[in-house]
């Protein structure tokens, strides 16, 4: 579907993204009030000054809310219900990671990614999915660390990821009965202030390497196929999970380069199979 499209289908419907003030989620707030969608954006921090014009529009909303809260996120979705009525697409983008190993893991670090990631997203959901009519829409955002380990961080985000997607199905089907929609996308490695933050250059240089597509994933990436599984042309998939890595799930673990030029390197004789009488 055509960007056009898009936004003439988005037009007065509301979306609600949590983590709206930073990477990926900041990346799907600034891509669907692009393609006309109403947004409002569930976050403690504060948004980017650039969507001044946005907000005066009233295209874009800011409530500011605790995630790992029940009341906070039962208040934050009466507020939506009270100012727009339906919610035609909800986005859990709302992530945190902690870096611990396992023997280290302190509770309090383990329950904040656990509560932020997964209670979160249930909370979320539970709230936003009566004010959904038929053919409204989830995405989820998981990561490919539910689908091996994490790049960045330890097992309680591994965990949760893992988790996410499981919900995801399992509400895909639940959900089914009203005609609503959920899927999850996985980023792979995506350049945010969240890694910026727990990667040093030389680290974040050494993983682009290993990227099958030669670099990491924008957090545009990401939203782009977020808009997509919002959007019509996604109007039969539910349950599904859409792998924004660049190819890291179907590597090897070798770099791109290494890989060719192994195979590129002169072929040498085989070896005779007679033997010595």
């Not at 979306?15 to 930073?22: A, K, L």
């Not at 190993?101 to 309090?108: A, E, G, N, R």
Request: aromatic share 4%; charged share 15%.
């Amino acid at each position: 579907m055509s960007s056009a499209a898009d936004a003439a289908a988005s037009d007065a419907r509301t979306t609600v993204v949590t983590g709206g003030s930073s990477g990926i989620g900041a990346a799907t707030v600034a891509l669907l009030i692009e393609r006309g969608h109403r947004v409002v954006s569930l976050d403690r921090a504060l948004p980017d000054a650039s969507l001044a014009a946005a907000i005066a529009q009233g295209r874009f909303e800011h409530l500011a809310c605790d995630l790992a809260r029940e009341e906070s996120v039962v208040q934050a979705f009466a507020q939506i219900a009270a100012d727009h009525g339906a919610v035609h697409g909800l986005v859990n983008s709302a992530g945190v990671e902690s870096r611990h190993l396992l023997c280290d893991m302190p509770l309090d670090a383990w329950d904040r990614v656990i509560d932020i990631n997964l209670r979160g997203t249930m909370l979320c959901v539970r709230e936003a999915a009566p004010l959904m009519p038929a053919g409204a829409a989830i995405v989820n955002v998981a990561s490919i660390a539910g689908k091996r380990m994490s790049y960045s961080g330890d097992a309680a985000y591994t965990a949760s990821k893992g988790a996410v997607l499981a919900f995801t199905r399992h509400m895909a089907f639940e959900l089914a009965g009203q005609g609503l929609r959920m899927n999850a996308v996985c980023p792979g490695p995506t350049l945010t202030p969240m890694i910026h933050r727990s990667l040093g250059p030389e680290r974040i240089a050494a993983v682009a390497q290993t990227v099958p597509l030669g670099r990491w994933v924008d957090a545009r990436d990401v939203a782009e196929a977020i808009a997509f599984l919002l959007s019509p042309g996604a109007a039969m998939i539910t349950g599904s999970t859409i792998d924004v890595d660049g190819g890291m799930l179907v590597s090897n673990g070798t770099p791109h380069r290494d890989y060719i030029a192994a195979r590129q390197a002169p072929h040498r004789t085989p070896p005779s199979m007679e033997t010595t009488p």
